[in-house]
């Protein structure tokens, strides 16, 4: 740009690039960009930060009444921080739950019943990914249909099979030779969850089959190839080829599998009378309360600061699981290609 042929220097300068740029498409749709990317970032996070307020506000509510004498639950003065802290409320709390009890057996119902969730889970979706089989859409559609139909539907029939298990008919059998059936009750123990999750029907088992079976239709086949060429069967391919390869479709299940588990109380309610999970516990406590011969639990507000306290042991393991993993349970979602 030859600055002597323009008059007026500065203004005659300004004049002309300003022109010079209103002519440059580039320029101009660069300008819009960056203002357009600036408009998008301000909006995305003030989104994030008024869903995070929505998702942790429970938990902000939790802690602030959990730990907080009655009194102080309609001082207007108190909002967040409670002046005077307590533990009381835990104390009362663990001793009318059992909640070390309730703990112990709600994480080894959890975690047994996830870790056979996850093995039939991944053998019935890498059969749906990887093999054909006459009726094999039709059977793939009652797998869908399990995320469809809610377990209510279904709990009555589950109950009295568990009621009277007959083991899977050869109790009906031996009744032909002998007239009398030949069953057992299951209820009130953990194999009225293990035996569902062992044939892939436990909690969420359709959306478990679901996640493996995306996730196995999306690996190389040439592996497979070349593993039957070496000599493997299907059995072994699995077991040496696939499932090293799929460790984040295992982690994201187990920990899914696991939170579903612990956070159940419908299924385990209609099985368990004498052994009581942490979630069961927690939805009768508040007529625990009520049963109580301690006066303060007649207190409307103190039944809030209790429920508020049952809350936080009940949701406080699955969040230490979730603090620990959380890095590989990022990366395994990422993996897995679960986005929302």
């Given at each position: 740009?030859?600055?002597?042929?323009?008059?007026?220097?500065?203004?005659?300068?300004?004049?002309?690039?300003?022109?010079?740029?209103?002519?440059?498409?580039?320029?101009?749709?660069?300008?819009?960009?960056?203002?357009?990317?600036?408009?998008?970032?301000?909006?995305?996070?003030?989104?994030?930060?008024?869903?995070?307020?929505?998702?942790?506000?429970?938990?902000?509510?939790?802690?602030?009444?959990?730990?907080?004498?009655?009194?102080?639950?309609?001082?207007?003065?108190?909002?967040?921080?409670?002046?005077?802290?307590?533990?009381?409320?835990?104390?009362m709390t663990i001793d009318l739950m059992k909640y070390w009890d309730a703990l112990k057996q709600t994480v080894l119902f959890s975690i047994l019943s996830s870790l056979?969730?996850?093995?039939?889970?991944?053998?019935?979706?890498?059969?749906?990914?990887?093999?054909?089989?006459?009726?094999?859409?039709?059977?793939?559609?009652?797998?869908?249909?399990?995320?469809?139909?809610?377990?209510?539907?279904?709990?009555?029939?589950?109950?009295?099979?568990?009621?009277?298990?007959?083991?899977?008919?050869?109790?009906?059998?031996?009744?032909?030779?002998?007239?009398?059936?030949?069953?057992?009750?299951?209820?009130?123990?953990?194999?009225?969850?293990?035996?569902?999750?062992?044939?892939?029907?436990?909690?969420?088992?359709?959306?478990?089959?679901?996640?493996?079976?995306?996730?196995?239709?999306?690996?190389?086949?040439?592996?497979?190839?070349?593993?039957?060429?070496?000599?493997?069967?299907?059995?072994?391919?699995?077991?040496?080829?696939?499932i090293p390869l799929s460790s984040a479709a295992f982690i994201t299940v187990f920990l899914f599998s696991f939170v579903w588990y612990w956070n159940d109380y419908y299924?385990?309610?209609?099985?368990?009378?004498?052994?009581?999970?942490?979630?069961?516990?927690?939805?009768?406590?508040?007529?625990?309360?009520?049963?109580?011969?301690?006066?303060?639990?007649?207190?409307?507000?103190?039944?809030?600061?209790?429920?508020?306290?049952?809350?936080?042991?009940?949701?406080?393991?699955?969040?230490?699981?979730?603090?620990?993993?959380?890095?590989?349970?990022?990366?395994?979602?990422?993996?897995?290609?679960?986005?929302?």
């Amino acid at each position: 740009m030859d600055l002597k042929k323009i008059t007026g220097f500065p203004g005659k300068v300004k004049d002309y690039v300003r022109e010079k740029h209103e002519k440059n498409p580039y320029l101009a749709k660069k300008a819009t960009s960056k203002a357009a990317h600036i408009a998008w970032t301000i909006f995305r996070t003030l989104l994030l930060i008024g869903l995070s307020f929505i998702i942790i506000y429970p938990v902000i509510y939790m802690f602030s009444m959990g730990f907080r004498v009655s009194e102080e639950v309609m001082d207007p003065a108190v909002v967040w921080i409670p002046r005077t802290l307590t533990l009381d409320n835990f104390k009362m709390t663990i001793d009318l739950m059992k909640y070390w009890d309730a703990l112990k057996q709600t994480v080894l119902f959890s975690i047994l019943s996830s870790l056979l969730a996850v093995a039939s889970c991944a053998i019935t979706g890498y059969g749906f990914a990887r093999f054909k089989f006459k009726g094999k859409k039709f059977l793939f559609v009652l797998v869908l249909l399990m995320v469809i139909i809610p377990s209510q539907t279904t709990i009555i029939p589950q109950f009295i099979q568990f009621r009277y298990f007959d083991f899977f008919g050869i109790g009906k059998i031996v009744q032909l030779f002998s007239g009398k059936l030949w069953s057992t009750n299951i209820l009130d123990t953990g194999w009225s969850l293990y035996l569902p999750a062992i044939f892939a029907n436990g909690i969420r088992a359709g959306i478990m089959i679901y996640i493996f079976r995306q996730f196995f239709r999306g690996l190389p086949k040439e592996l497979e190839d070349a593993a039957y060429i070496d000599g493997c069967g299907p059995i072994r391919t699995f077991i040496q080829i696939m499932i090293p390869l799929s460790s984040a479709a295992f982690i994201t299940v187990f920990l899914f599998s696991f939170v579903w588990y612990w956070n159940d109380y419908y299924v385990s309610g209609m099985f368990f009378s004498n052994i009581g999970t942490v979630s069961v516990r927690l939805s009768g406590l508040r007529s625990l309360l009520s049963m109580s011969q301690a006066s303060v639990s007649f207190d409307p507000y103190s039944i809030i600061t209790y429920m508020q306290a049952g809350c936080l042991l009940t949701i406080a393991p699955p969040l230490i699981v979730y603090i620990i993993f959380q890095r590989f349970f990022t990366q395994s979602i990422e993996k897995t290609g679960i986005v929302g």
